[in-house]
């Protein structure tokens, strides 16, 4: 089945490029679908960061779209997210996940990765 | 900027009917999508376009979408669905309802 599995830095420093990899298992990203990242603060609700097709077309959160670069490679069957100058409220618990349209729903994620923004 | 607006907490007894609802500037005209989010997990997709259930999801759940509400109701509530529920519609997510089952 398919399956999203998120890697990456569990701590990032103030003012840094956050950089995690979201690798596909049991689907080839060149297939189709979209590939998007979710993020979650501590205690608080569901962020969409933006998401990409795997002909390198992004949609990006307006609020974020700044700091924000979401790629992919589809040799690895990996997209990543980039989210430059980060700052504590970057703290968040990250979710890439698969959707049938850019702004889509969201129909299978990754168990998702902590990243704290911290000196 | 869209924006959704679901209650902070809905209860419901055990075995009746719950319903957590999202509005939304003529959100009947949009599609929406819910989530349940349990402790430490990540979010799973129980209603795609307004009312469409994923395969595994129980026929318990259905989904809505008229005017300026959409509405997710689950039947026969029990202990398991207690969780977090979040509408979507484009990138923007509702604020998450808390549904605790008594």
């Known amino acids: 089945q398919v399956q999203l599995q998120e890697s990456g830095p569990g701590l990032v420093k103030p003012s840094e490029t956050l950089s995690l990899t979201c690798t596909v298992s049991?689907?080839?990203?060149?297939?189709?679908?979209?590939w998007g990242w979710i993020r979650q603060p501590p205690g608080k609700g569901l962020e969409w960061i933006g998401s990409?097709?795997?002909?390198?077309?992004?949609y990006y959160n307006p609020s974020l779209k700044s700091r924000v670069t979401i790629s992919v490679d589809t040799s690895k069957n990996q997209f990543s997210l980039k989210l430059s100058s980060v700052t504590a409220a970057d703290t968040a618990v990250y979710y890439c996940?698969?959707?049938?349209?850019?702004?889509?729903?969201?129909?299978?994620w990754g168990q998702g990765t902590m990243v704290t923004v911290s000196s | 900027s869209y924006e959704l607006t679901q209650p902070l907490s809905v209860s419901v007894a055990l075995g009746q009917t719950a319903r957590i609802t999202c509005g939304g500037n003529n959100i009947g005209s949009k599609n929406v999508h819910w989530y349940q989010q349990k402790p430490g997990q990540a979010p799973v997709l129980v209603i795609y376009?307004?009312?469409n259930r994923p395969s595994g999801i129980p026929e318990r759940f259905s989904g809505s979408n008229s005017g300026n509400t959409a509405t997710l109701t689950i039947s026969r509530a029990q202990a398991g669905d207690e969780a977090d529920y979040y509408c979507?519609?484009?990138?923007?997510f509702g604020g998450g309802t808390k549904l605790t089952v008594l």
């Open positions: 990409i097709y795997h002909s390198g077309s992004t």
């Open positions: 376009r307004d009312s």
């Open positions: 979507q519609v484009w990138e923007v």
């Open positions: 996940a698969r959707a049938a349209m850019p702004r889509g729903a969201f129909d299978i």
């Open positions: 049991g689907y080839s990203i060149s297939s189709g679908y979209y």
